[in-house]
């Protein structure tokens, strides 16, 4: 027990290191904030969802104290309580007449969809208490994100908004369009980056406590990744949702559909995983299917997501 509590410690401050870096803004400051959850999961995953829990105290308290308690509540909600979840999920077995039947990965993956909708619901009305808030905030960053280049250096003015053809946009689409659009597509993306993020970091803490022989249960075995067929109605509920609802409902909705396409994306991965399995061509089709991943992630992820579905 007194190990746990270490461990817990240990890995709720490395994580809220990793999670207080983003400040700085820098390119490697976001990549480390991105495997922020990690820690917590090779607590949770390596010892128990005890010690993950006193990671996920330790780090929001650590945050808060230093920070600002909004720091900390961030930090729990966004990152440590999600990471605590999945990893409590992943360890949940019941006995079997061959051993302990542990909790479908699949469902660990159809959790996390969801929990990336709520993250993303509760970062939307924390940037504003209503919709017509957050939607005001979030054109003003994204005309101050615009803009940026175009103030002249030391005036300490603000710069006056481009125009549509000093952006480069083609012609008929105004600058108000564009900044509409890119409120819309926020949350979907965020959901989606989330599922992402908390599945790579599940896997990763999941080979590091595996090498170590911490391991309960035999892990990963990513062609095993099956959603539970509920997930296709939500999807499709989510995505009429999204067309015909408003405000936060809208809102929800389309974070949930995109965090659905990603999950049903990672499972299409999974699949091709498994139906390229002692195939001469396996490692091709996999380097190609991967390299097109990352070179055309958005494009791409809804094909991987029908895939899935299949």
């Known amino acids: 027990m007194a190990i746990s509590i270490l461990v817990g410690l240990g890995a709720g401050i490395v994580s809220a290191l990793l999670f207080a870096v983003v400040i700085s803004g820098s390119v490697l400051a976001l990549l480390l904030s991105y495997i922020a959850p990690l820690p917590i999961l090779v607590a949770a995953l390596g010892w128990n969802h005890r010690a993950g829990l006193v990671a996920v105290v330790t780090g929001a308290a650590s945050l808060a104290i230093i920070f600002a308690p909004a720091s900390g509540i961030a930090y729990a909600i966004g990152i440590a309580l999600p990471a605590w ?41 924390g940037i504003g208490g209503s919709y017509a808030d957050f939607e005001a905030t ?29 952006l480069g946009l083609p012609a008929g689409i105004a600058l108000d369009d564009l900044v509409d659009a890119i409120i819309t597509a926020v949350p979907p993306l965020a959901a989606a980056s989330f599922v992402l993020m908390l599945i790579l970091n599940l896997w990763l803490a999941a080979k590091t406590v595996a090498i170590s022989q ?35 409902v809208g ?60």
């Open 85 to 125: 979840w999945l990893g409590y999920l992943a360890l949940l077995a019941r006995p079997g007449e061959n051993g302990p039947e542990w909790y479908p990965i699949g469902r660990v993956l159809a959790w996390s969809a969801a929990i990336a909708a709520g993250v993303t619901l509760a970062g939307a009305w």
């Open 138 to 166: 979030m054109g003003r960053a994204i005309r101050a994100f615009l803009t940026m280049e175009g103030a002249p250096a030391g005036s300490g003015a603000p710069s006056p908004a481009p125009s549509a053809d000093a």
């Open 214 to 248: 911490r391991l309960p249960r035999p892990w990963p075995v990513i062609a095993d990744t099956t959603m539970p067929r509920t997930m296709l109605p939500a999807l499709v509920v989510a995505a009429v949702l999204s067309v015909l609802g408003s405000g936060f």
């Open 251 to 310: 809102l929800t909705a389309t974070a949930l559909a995109g965090a659905l396409i990603c999950a049903y994306a990672l499972q299409g991965l999974a699949a091709l995983h498994a139906l390229t399995r002692g195939k001469p061509g396996r490692p091709f089709i996999l380097g190609l299917t991967y390299a097109i991943l990352v070179i055309f992630l958005v494009w791409i992820l809804p094909v991987l997501a029908l895939f899935g579905i299949i």
